[in-house]
């Protein structure tokens, strides 16, 4: 399907962050901003002249975004978003139709592929267009946040357990040994190499090593966190727990020393992406912190390949 007329499509560049930023917002996904973005743009591998698109209105103006990401080893991830006032005339299905050109070129010469596109929670309309090309729902995923009204104070380590800043970078192996067996059970989960996973977190705008926490047994580490600022808020990109080391309190403990981490930097809100069927009850764990949705988002796949 080609753009309707008045519409043009070309690749985004750096400039256009906050412009996609905006349409982001006007569409209802308020927790993710031009800093998000600037992250997604400097992924490993990923070219934002051929990987994203941006469609703009007869005044120049954004209306649209879409990109395709080579996720895992054998999968791609496409996702975008259109302005509410452009929505009904075809945009989100010529993008998606780029995207799915694209996906195929991301895992070229592998035996096995799949293609998953993230859309909003509820959108019937998206959810009406995947499916006539072959996709289905597979994992549900919630956006939590907490705010940071009045003192906020970090939680004393349960006994016997140390939680401290990392050095970088030499905690860095620490962090990515403990992730790999806290996540190892996870849906979709994927181990990644070492040196890999190096270069993903330290090329990032957003790396930020002051932000991120080790809780470690005797010297042995045990858990972890990850976090970054975007714009005026925090995240928690990852914590894990190792399994011999669950139901201690440790996670508890980790994620309300980093509250009182981004607290210290007057930062008043904190989110994180989770697993809505997380098998560790992660969901519990952060709700009993405080946290709430605010936000719904379904991951759906195609299995039998990338193309439709």
Known sequence: MNLPSGYELRAPTSADAHAVANVLAEAGQTVLDADFLRDEWSRVGFDLATD??????????????????????????????????????????????????????????LPSVRF?????????????????????????????????????????????????????????????????????????????????WVEEQTTSPSFDPTLWLLATVGGEPVG????????????????GVVPPHRGRGIGSALLRRSFATFARRKLRSVFLNVDAENPTGATVLYERAGMRVVNRWDLWERSSGVSP
């Not at 005044?59 to 009904?88: D, F, M």
């Not at 966190?225 to 990109?237: E, H, I, S």
């Open 224 to 239: 972890a966190l990850t976090a970054n600022v975007w714009g005026d808020r925090g995240w928690v990109n990852e914590i």
């Open 52 to 109: 994203a698109w941006i469609v703009a209105d007869g005044e120049g103006t954004i209306v649209a975004y879409g990109q395709a990401l080579r996720e895992e080893p054998s999968i791609v991830e496409g996702w975008g978003v259109v302005h509410p006032k452009h929505r009904r005339r075809g945009i989100g299905a010529s993008l998606m139709n780029r995207i799915e050109e694209r996906a195929p070129a991301l895992v070229a010469g």
């Open 116 to 196: 998953r596109h993230a859309i909003d929670a509820g959108d019937r309309a998206a959810a009406a267009m995947l499916r006539a090309r072959g996709l289905r729902p597979v994992r549900h995923f919630w956006h939590m946040r907490i705010d940071l009204v009045g003192p906020v104070g970090a939680r004393r380590a349960p006994e016997g357990i140390e939680i401290t800043a990392i050095e970088a970078p030499d905690d860095l192996p620490a962090v990515h040994a403990v992730l790999h067996e806290a996540f190892a059970e996870d849906w979709g989960y994927h181990p990644e190499p070492f040196d890999r």
